[in-house]
């Protein structure tokens, strides 16, 4: 009875491990050669050339009118940007980082005095708030955890990312 207990108690431990998912996953289609933001109608699409491979609702800027202007101003940028970075290890589950600001980011804060602000990422909700309110983050781009893991296995360094009003 004694081994019965002992493989019992085996037998949950590895089917509760079996559960246990990385949230690094592997991908192997076609390389995403651009990401498309639109943040009018609250979509990201990611492409290879004209084809879109996969699509995304989004959460954005709590001030999502407008081109980021100024640090803590609340908006998404608008324009052409690239991928700059990886973060493994984000408070917002896994993210990537976007290349704002430009040096006409820059430009156009400094006119007005100000700085333009930065760490714009793509990021996981991480966040109970971001699950309880729509365009809640600081002028990032959000998706759900689950989408988040599988934009970070597609998406490299480099890419382009354009966002339009």
Known sequence: MRAV???????????????????????NGPAVTKIIVFKS?????????????KSYRIDLGFAPI????????????????YIDR??????FHLSLGI?????????????????PGGDIFIHGRGNPVGYLMR?????????TNDEMEEIYAMVR?????AIYR
């Open 41 to 53: 109608a609250r979509y990201m699409h990611l492409m290879h050339g004209k084809q879109v491979l």
């Open 135 to 143: 365009d809640w983050t600081w002028g990032c781009i959000a998706v």
């Open 99 to 115: 290349s704002y600001p430009n040096a006409r980011d820059r430009a156009r804060a400094q006119k007005l005095g100000k700085s």
């Open 86 to 91: 990886r973060n493994p290890d984000s408070d």
């Open 66 to 81: 407008g081109h980021k202007a100024v640090e803590g101003d609340g908006r998404t940028p608008e324009g052409m940007y």
């Open 5 to 27: 207990s002992r493989r019992g108690i085996l037998a949950l431990m590895l089917a509760g491990l079996a559960g246990c998912t990385s949230k690094f996953r592997s991908y």
């Open 157 to 161: 360094t480099g890419t382009p990312i």
